[in-house]
Every structure is written in C-alpha cells, then in structure tokens.
C-alpha cells in the first residue's frame, strides 16, 4: 500500500489533531503531496497541497489559517496539522500523491469526526 494514513479520530470543536501519511514504494521526494477529504453525502474535496521540497503550500479558503500541511521527505511522510476544529471538518481525510501525467496514489483514508 503506498500511502497510509493515521492520526484521526474523535475531538471537540476548538480541538487540534495532526494527521499523517507515510509513503512507501516511490520516489516521495518527487511527489507534490495532497490532503483531501470527503464529508457524507458530499463530493470529495481538496484540502490542501505541498510541493515536492515543500517550499509552497496551498491549502483550501475552508482551511486557510486553521490547518497546515507539512511534509518531511526524509520520513516519507506528509502531515496535515489541524488547528480550531468545527463540525464541519467531520469527514474521511485522504492524502494523495501525483508526479507528472502518472496515476495518483491514494490512501485509504482516516476518519475525522469533531463533535462535543
């Protein structure tokens, strides 16, 4: 499995949860890195996006100043810290992998609910 994701889980609105995505089998240094997520009943929607060195993010006006993606391409790994959580971020988070024209790795995803 190339990408696999850990982290999520149950918070409080307010709460903070750092989600990960360890990447295995390719060249993680070449890949721009994406999180995306997928509420129920709802299409699947990107979160936010890093390039391959990690020297630019891009993340979502719905996220803009409350979540952070980072990557350490020493670990394989791209994070996606959450900050001032509300219910509407409940949803599967996946993370995501492209380099080029080539197929994009998925995740299977990790389950984000915010709920008091």
């Known amino acids: 499995v190339p990408l696999v994701e850990s982290g999520g889980g149950l918070v409080q609105p307010g709460g903070s949860l750092r989600l990960s995505c360890a990447a295995s089998g390719f060249t993680f240094s070449r890949y721009i890195m994406r999180w995306h997520r997928q509420a129920p009943g709802k299409e699947r929607e990107l979160v936010a996006s890093i390039t391959s060195a990690g020297g630019s993010t891009y993340p979502s006006d719905s996220v803009k100043g409350r979540f952070i993606i980072s990557r350490d391409n020493a670990k394989n790994t791209v994070y996606l810290q959450m900050n001032s959580l509300k219910p509407e971020d409940t949803a599967v988070y996946y993370c995501?992998?492209?380099?080029?024209?080539?197929?994009?790795?998925w995740g299977q995803g990790t389950q984000v609910t915010v709920s008091s």
């Open positions: 995501s992998a492209q380099w080029l024209s080539l197929p994009t790795y």
